[in-house]
């Protein structure tokens, strides 16, 4: 019986031991799936697009811009308020003790009365020199021009982003380069262990190869931070938390066409259309040339209809066909009897008014010639900005040229004396100035082409073309 007992303990044991083991597996899977979503999650690859509309997001200042701008519609919507009447209600309850009035007779009684007055009053401009609807043009006015200041701290965030962006694309370019020197001198090394080994080659070679390779592994480790410095100045533009596993999604690029397809006046012309710091200066200032009229509106006469009606109660009120059993008049009855009309127009004629209207009129034209300074001075930073940027675009494009040039020679020259010093017919620091200066033609063919790249687009974008990858 025990015999029994004991195998039975023993197979219950086997099972739980399985049960549990079991579960620590299932577990172990569970958290290994969430570890990989999570790491996956962690290891997006960031597109232009996406890094710019965080960017818009996220940012503060268009943030602000939009704010800033709700305060200017609901100025709008006050002023548009302003050519309907106003309309007010008034109550009163009192008590009087002693000699007081009675509200409703107008006569002194000898005691203590309650009384209640009710009202209603209205008034409405109809005329005051236009001062309302053109008050109501310039609120639109500023609505509009807040908009475009929206759109232009939108344009000064897309440059800021796409300049970050394209700096990371560059110096991924370069990290991959100095990674692809590093390997080429790898492969060198190894061969010239080999001919030191077979006495083919000096071993000062040698020496002078590995001092090559310790370079161009500096070099590796110097592009990689110049890269983590590149995309964190990404992330903070776009207010995101940094986080090592950034990257972004290389965009495929086209051989871009090196030709000038308008002319820097063409290109400003078409500018002046649709850059919003133009528009919206351009709408400052006829908003400050409507101030003048608004200004002047105040030297004419001001009509105003207003209207009111009032009533009143009063508990001492009597009525009644017996003179001698008076009754308690009713409140609404009471009301009504003692409901008053009065409806009236007015008019304000300015005679003289300390200087206010007249100096508010100066300040009204100061302000205009400010505002067309400011607007001609907008017109000028963007006609130099657009000639500078011509001037850069045709220089990058002949850089971009020549580097394409430079590269071929130097790989030319680097692969022919590769060839002469595998056979020992040049020396190893033959080997590494041609090899360097394939590098550096690398170099500058990278930077020429993102050079040209982001020229390109500045002056498409300063067009009214949006900015794409």
Not at 88 to 108: E, I, K
Not at 148 to 153: G, M, R
Not at 299 to 324: C, F, I, K
């Amino acid at each position: 019986m025990e015999t029994i007992t004991k195998k039975v303990s023993c197979k219950l044991l086997i099972r739980i031991i399985r049960s549990t083991e079991m579960q620590k597996k299932s577990i172990l899977i569970l958290v290994a799936c969430l570890v990989f979503t999570f790491a996956r999650a962690q290891h997006h690859l960031w597109t232009y697009q996406q890094c710019l509309d965080t960017a818009i997001q996220r940012n503060i200042s268009l943030n602000e811009s939009r704010i800033n701008n709700d305060l200017n519609r609901i100025n709008l919507e006050q002023s548009r308020a302003s050519i309907f009447p106003y309309l007010s209600a008034s109550g009163r309850d009192g008590v009087g003790f002693g000699r007081s009035l009675n509200p409703t007779t107008n006569q002194y009684v000898a005691k203590t009365t309650n009384s209640s007055t009710f009202g209603i009053n209205s008034a409405v401009t109809l005329f005051n020199g236009f001062q309302i609807s053109r008050t109501i043009m310039q609120n639109k006015m500023i609505l509009d021009a807040g908009k475009t200041d929206i759109d232009n701290v939108k344009n000064q965030v897309t440059l800021n982003i796409t300049t970050a962006y394209l700096q990371v694309l560059f110096d991924y370019e370069i990290l991959d380069a100095a990674k692809s020197q590093a390997n080429a001198t790898a492969i060198q090394v190894d061969q010239t262990e080999k001919e030191v080994k077979s006495g083919k080659l000096p071993e000062s070679n040698l020496y002078t190869i590995r001092a090559q390779q310790a370079t161009d592994n500096l070099a590796i480790v110097n592009a990689q931070g110049t890269l983590d410095l590149a995309k964190v100045t990404l992330e903070q533009l776009m207010e995101f938390p940094v986080v090592d596993s950034f990257d972004l999604q290389v965009p495929n690029f086209i051989e871009p066409a090196l030709m000038m397809k308008k002319t820097n006046q063409e290109i400003y012309s078409k500018a002046l259309k649709v850059q919003p710091q133009i528009t919206g200066a351009s709408i400052r200032t006829n908003s400050a040339l409507l101030g003048i009229k608004i200004s002047e509106g105040a030297r004419y006469p001001t009509l105003s209809l207003s209207g009111s009606a009032s009533s009143n109660y009063a508990v001492s009120s009597r009525t009644g066909v017996d003179a001698s059993v008076p009754k308690a008049s009713p409140f609404f009855p009471q009301l009504w009897n003692n409901l008053g009309e009065s409806i009236g127009l007015s008019l304000s004629i300015p005679i003289y008014s300390n200087r206010t209207i007249k100096s508010n009129i100066e300040r009204a034209k100061v302000n205009a010639l400010l505002a067309e300074l400011n607007e001609q001075d907008l017109k000028l930073q963007l006609r130099t900005t657009i000639e500078q940027s011509y001037t850069d675009l045709k220089n990058s494009i002949k850089k971009y040229e020549a580097t394409k040039d430079q590269i071929a020679s130097a790989e030319l020259a680097y692969k022919n004396i590769e060839k002469k010093y595998k056979v020992g017919m040049a020396t190893a620091i033959d080997f590494l100035i041609q090899k360097n200066a394939f590098y550096q033609a690398q170099s500058n063919g990278i930077q020429a082409k993102y050079d040209y790249i982001f020229k390109s687009k500045i002056l498409d974008f300063y067009q009214g073309v949006p900015i794409t990858f």
